[in-house]
């Protein structure tokens, strides 16, 4: 998708058994380059989010949308410091109880991140209802969720609700 081949073939060389897939993609690179970028709900103030939005634009800018989210996580969790820095346990409480650690990738030591590329709006919905109960029980400050569709990408920024 990067090199604008519209077929190829993905071969996997890592595990014991070479394995193959040919895939096939339409988009150009103009195509993926088509979107606007909408803040809604965000709130530049959050720690790390103005840095977050702004890594997000340049790295979308240059590759655009309609790739695998693991490119854009991948990336982001370089340029905010590498593995070992970002992706990190919260506790997750109900009530008293301690229900135990859930790893998300933080941008900095209270505000975590979440990318998602859901086209409906029904589906951003309901992932938002799910996002937010688990910042009302995680113990984070804030969570800065970047909707990766393919003509608009919305940023928002999910904090606990009392």
Known sequence: ML????????INVRPEKV??????YVLTHRDRLQFQIVTEQWEP???GAEQFRKILSDILSDWGTCLDLGLYEEALTHFFGGEEFVIR???????NHVLGPQPLPFVT??????LSAFEDLDSQLRFATHAQCL???????????ANIG????TLRCLKPVE
Do not use: I, Q
């Open 3 to 10: 090199t604008e081949l519209k077929h190829g073939m993905l």
């Open 19 to 24: 394995s193959r897939e040919f895939v096939n």
């Open 45 to 47: 103030s959050v720690p």
């Open 89 to 95: 346990p919260a506790t997750v409480k109900f009530g």
């Open 109 to 114: 030591a209270n505000t975590a991140f979440k």
């Open 135 to 145: 910042v009302n029980h995680a113990n984070v400050e804030a969570l800065l969720w």
């Open 150 to 153: 393919r003509h608009r990408v």
